[in-house]
């Protein structure tokens, strides 16, 4: 609690400086004095202008972002179902879950037991920006339809305003309750963060803190043998254990600040002449600290589900912690839009601070790691004709002693009469040292302590993607050396042999002035299935009818179905919130349909979702991993204000 209360008090100690600062420092500003001037800044109407990006890549890049305001899929608020259109899952939001798509399983976190759960939460990479001319503000609530029982209930919240014309800050609050609709099912989330930046032609900062706090009921899913039919009430149902919970924390203190040299030039703007800093070279130094913590806790242990029993045998309180301190420094030699023949190019040299505690059959086990990397690239990304880049990173010293990380990207665009098509061909070569939790981990139900060799990843992924015909196609390779898998004892293994995943698909928008129609559809195969099982074929198709109502009201009325053929999905281990291996139980072959209506009036954006319409209707059973099956037939409605005035 002491150490959150020195992160909020440094936080808004810089924010107050920052802005101070920048009052003292206005280039060409002017301030109007006398009788007068208030009268006339009331009189001034301010247009609002928003502006939006992230941070990337160690502070490299700067990407546009894009203001949330869409309509057609606003339903869609489940955040691993904007990433994945085949998702195995715990069957209720917040719970525990895993992309069916191979090649999506990508983690914002470090911490090996938040990686199931780190869609929800909130990160420095994913953190957007703003700069805005007037204040801007997010309201976006969603409710059940019980408010007494399987209740779920969503508010979030976004706030951003500048101060002056470089300096902005905000701050998001997001909160979820989720009772589902089993015994011991609910889930708690709320993650906060406080950010800002300041943008000027030499000094560029980023700056966030960030709280994410996850509580959920583990029942280890429904016990076996019983139906999913409509004859028993959900709560009714038998589930494994009604006496687990976990919990897991995260904070993150983030900061990026970089000074940049370059020189101004005049360009021409209309009817005037304006002054345009074009910058050469950028020094970058980027810190954050993140401390996490999980915890598992089962009050008894008489019902014999775990098979191991290490340090207490009435009951699990697990506390595992991990901690990391990042320094990176970094040079940057920019891309010159005034040169015709330019790349730009970088290089870092970083270092990580890392602790590590966990329960231990004598006391705590505490041990602390450290690494030493360097890293560097060149890329082209102004170019019309191409863009291309290729970076790559080197552990020199410490735990990832060895490590290497080789990145490389084309990008061609293509003009095919009216169509602007790109090719995008992108290469991944690493060689990368096990998870320390994968090597070593100490509980009171689960314990390892292996000695893996390093893993050897090769991947290459293709695409070509049409904007007059909004159609994507692509494919992807990836050979894998020393795989490290969750086997069925829910242990860490080792593969023995080499790992081909490949997988190919199709990604087509039919778009028309009343129909909006979007197909996905996505093909994969596993040369190993002792390792890695994988659903052949995967589908999402979204039909939506569009219209406006009395010239004011955007109406959207829509049908979605999932789809994914039936395998052995990997089952979920509460204890060590990892899933694992398993070929006991398949799960597939079953459509999941929902309903919608989106609706929109000027500022205000409001849906109603009807899910799992097919449960009772449809035959086959609706699981969305081995043991959860996913909630019967229930509904939706959710509002989201804007105010940007």
Do not use: C
Not at 63 to 81: G, I, K, N, Q, V
Not at 196 to 224: A, C, P, W
Not at 396 to 415: A, D, H, V, W
Not at 490 to 504: H, R
């Amino acid at each position: 609690m002491i150490r959150k209360h020195i992160y909020i008090i440094l936080f808004v100690f810089g924010i107050v400086f920052q802005a101070t600062a920048q009052e003292n420092f206005k280039p060409g500003s002017s301030r109007k004095e006398g009788p007068d001037a208030n009268q006339e800044t009331k009189k001034k109407s301010v247009p609002s202008v928003i502006k939006t990006w992230q941070l990337t890549d160690q502070g490299a890049w700067i990407r546009p972002s894009e203001l949330d305001t869409a309509l057609t899929f606003y339903h869609l608020y489940l955040p691993f179902e904007q990433n994945s259109i085949s998702t195995n899952f715990t069957g209720n939001n917040g719970g525990a879950y895993q992309s069916n798509d191979f090649f999506a399983r990508k983690y914002q976190s470090d911490f090996y037991f938040f990686r199931s759960f780190d869609a929800y939460a909130l990160y420095p990479e994913a953190i957007k920006y703003f700069n805005t001319t007037t204040p801007y503000t997010l309201l976006d609530y969603s409710q059940s339809e019980n408010r007494s029982t399987k209740n779920e209930t969503r508010f979030n919240v976004f706030h951003s305003q500048n101060t002056n014309s470089k300096f902005n800050f905000g701050f998001i609050y997001d909160q979820t309750k989720s009772t589902g609709h089993y015994q011991w099912q609910e889930n708690k989330n709320h993650f906060i963060s406080l950010f800002s930046s300041y943008n000027s032609d030499h000094y560029v900062m980023h700056g966030n803190l960030i709280f994410n706090r996850l509580s959920t009921e583990e029942n280890g899913g429904i016990q076996k043998g019983q139906a999913l039919d409509e004859a028993q009430e959900t709560e009714d149902l038998l589930v494994k254990y009604i006496d687990a919970t976990s919990e897991i924390q995260n904070n993150i203190l983030f900061l990026s600040n970089e000074y940049r040299l370059g020189k101004t030039v005049e360009v021409d703007s209309a009817d005037y002449v304006i002054d345009s800093f074009i910058p050469r070279v950028g020094f970058i130094h980027q810190v954050e600290f993140s401390g996490s913590n999980r915890s598992f806790n089962k009050k008894s242990l008489d019902d014999n589900y775990f098979t191991h029993i290490y340090i207490d045998s009435l009951a699990t309180n697990d506390t595992t912690k991990y901690s990391r301190l990042t320094n990176i420094f970094q040079i940057k030699f920019y891309e010159a839009p005034d040169r015709k023949y330019t790349f730009g190019k970088r290089a870092y040299i970083g270092n990580d601070q890392l602790w590590y505690t966990m329960p231990n059959p004598d006391a705590s086990y505490n041990d602390k790691q450290s690494n030493t990397f360097v890293g560097g690239g060149i890329f082209r990304n102004e170019g019309s004709f191409w863009q291309w880049g290729v970076d790559g990173r080197l552990y020199l010293t410490g735990y990832r002693s060895g490590q290497t990380e080789f990145n490389g990207y084309i990008n061609k665009p293509l003009r095919i009469g009216k169509d602007t098509t790109s090719l995008r061909v992108e290469g991944v070569l690493k060689t990368i040292v096990p998870d320390y939790f994968e090597q070593k981990y100490f509980a009171n139900n689960f314990q390892w302590n292996n000695h893996f060799s390093n893993i050897n990843e090769m991947t290459v992924r293709g695409s070509i993607y049409s904007q007059e015909f909004k159609l994507k196609v692509g494919a992807n390779y990836s050979l894998l050396g020393n795989y490290i898998y969750n086997g069925a004892d829910a242990l860490p293994k080792q593969a023995g042999n080499e790992l081909l995943v490949l997988s190919a698909y199709l990604n087509k928008d039919f778009v028309s002035r009343h129909w909006h129609i979007r197909t996905q559809a996505l093909w994969q195969s596993s040369s190993r299935e002792e390792y890695l099982h994988l659903p052949t074929l995967s589908g999402f198709i979204s039909l939506n009818y569009r219209t406006l109502w009395s010239k004011v009201l955007y109406t959207q009325l829509g049908i979605d179905a999932r789809f994914n053929t039936k395998f052995y999905a990997d089952a979920y281990e509460p204890a060590t919130a990892r899933f694992y291996w398993q070929d006991n139980q398949k799960i597939g072959n079953y459509p999941f349909i929902d309903l919608h209506a989106n609706l929109k009036l000027k500022r205000t954006r409001v849906f109603f979702r009807v899910m799992n319409v097919g449960a009772g209707l449809l035959p086959g059973e609706y699981y969305v991993a081995p043991d959860y099956p996913l909630y019967r037939r229930t509904y939706r409605l959710g509002v989201a204000w804007s105010f940007y005035d």
